[in-house]
């Protein structure tokens, strides 16, 4: 079992950036796959970047095409917390992100992710 929770969303302007925390609970945190999605208004839950846990491909990383070059995942095995840093923020990055855990092969595919955190309201002003 895992329970996570989400904190550094908030109001930002194009351009600026932001950190997303994801702390989770759980003694095999490290074997998890961890991912942030992201929803807007009126759109289906969308894939943002997954890092592999340790095992097969351990530390691989995976984005979205659109936040390739702006967005950053990492982990931290002994915190037992994933971080998303956003750089350079687009108005079309609004949405609230959540993260998740899996132990699943498929990374960017929103059922294989047993466990889901709340989410935290991101905005981006133009």
């Known amino acids: 079992q895992v329970q996570l929770g989400e904190s550094g969303g908030g109001l930002v302007h194009a351009g600026g950036s932001l950190r997303l925390s994801c702390a989770a609970s759980g003694r095999t945190f490290t074997t998890y796959t961890m991912a942030w999605f992201r929803q807007a208004p009126g759109k289906e839950r969308e894939f943002v970047a997954a890092v592999r846990g340790i095992g097969w491909r351990g530390g691989f990383t995976l984005y979205l095409d659109s936040v390739k070059g702006r967005f950053t995942i990492s982990r931290d095995d002994v915190k037992n917390t994933v971080y998303l840093q956003m750089n350079n923020l687009k108005p079309e990055d609004t949405a609230v992100y959540s993260c998740?855990?899996?132990?699943?092969?498929?990374?960017?595919?929103?059922?294989?992710?047993?466990?889901w955190g709340q989410g935290t309201q991101v905005t981006v002003s133009s």
């Open positions: 998740a855990a899996s132990t699943g092969e498929v990374v960017d595919v929103v059922n294989e992710y047993s466990y």
